[in-house]
């Protein structure tokens, strides 16, 4: 049976979809968002800090009881592996032309790590908001919401537009048979 790919409507109206395995281009270009952010990680881990992003977890608190426990600064970024749609809010997923396919995600900074993740996000031209009322400054944790378009509001559906749209969603709701057309 087919089942269409989801996709997420972005603040932008366009329509974006995970790309393809072994989808042309191979290699993502130096100006694309993967590049950009692979980049800013390898230097953030080159400055001594933990930095990984897409670490699953079936669930918030998963994902953090399953953080190792380093002295060492620590940018880890959340995936969610528990429903159909959930990677789709929270992971990192890539474009066919490399560029993420979310407006924003979130980054986890614990043991001091804000000052390597702002100033290498800042070097490779990211947007980004450090979000204050998150900061838990006796468990040393913070948080950053990273921005690829638009005001970087974190709800799934908000007021500017973004909308996930799953082949599971629409059947339980009986919604439209036709996805929306891919853009990119």
């Not at 079936?58 to 959930?86: K, S």
């Not at 986890?108 to 993740?117: E, K, S, T």
């Not at 040393?140 to 709800?155: A, E, H, P, Y």
Request: with cysteine.
């Amino acid at each position: 049976m087919w089942v269409p790919r989801s996709r997420v409507i972005g603040c932008d109206g366009v329509v974006r979809t995970t790309r393809k395995r072994n989808e042309e281009p191979m290699s993502p270009p130096k100006n694309s968002d993967y590049y950009r952010l692979f980049s800013a990680f390898t230097k953030m881990r080159s400055d001594g800090a933990f930095a990984r992003w897409n670490i699953k977890g079936n669930g918030y608190v998963d994902y953090w009881c399953n953080l190792p426990t380093l002295e060492q600064p620590m940018i880890t970024h959340y995936e969610g592996d528990m429903d159909y749609w959930d990677h789709l809010n929270t992971g990192m997923s890539w474009a066919i032309n490399w560029d993420c396919v979310q407006d924003n995600v979130l980054l986890d900074i614990q043991n001091d790590g804000l000052d390597i993740a702002t100033s290498r996000l800042t070097e490779a031209g990211f947007k980004f908001k450090v979000i204050e009322e998150m900061n838990n400054l006796e468990d040393n944790t913070q948080m950053i919401n990273l921005i690829f378009r638009g005001n970087g509001c974190t709800d799934v559906i908000n007021e500017s537009g973004f909308v996930v749209w799953t082949w599971i969603n629409n059947a339980f709701d009986g919604g439209p048979s036709e996805p929306p057309a891919i853009d990119l």
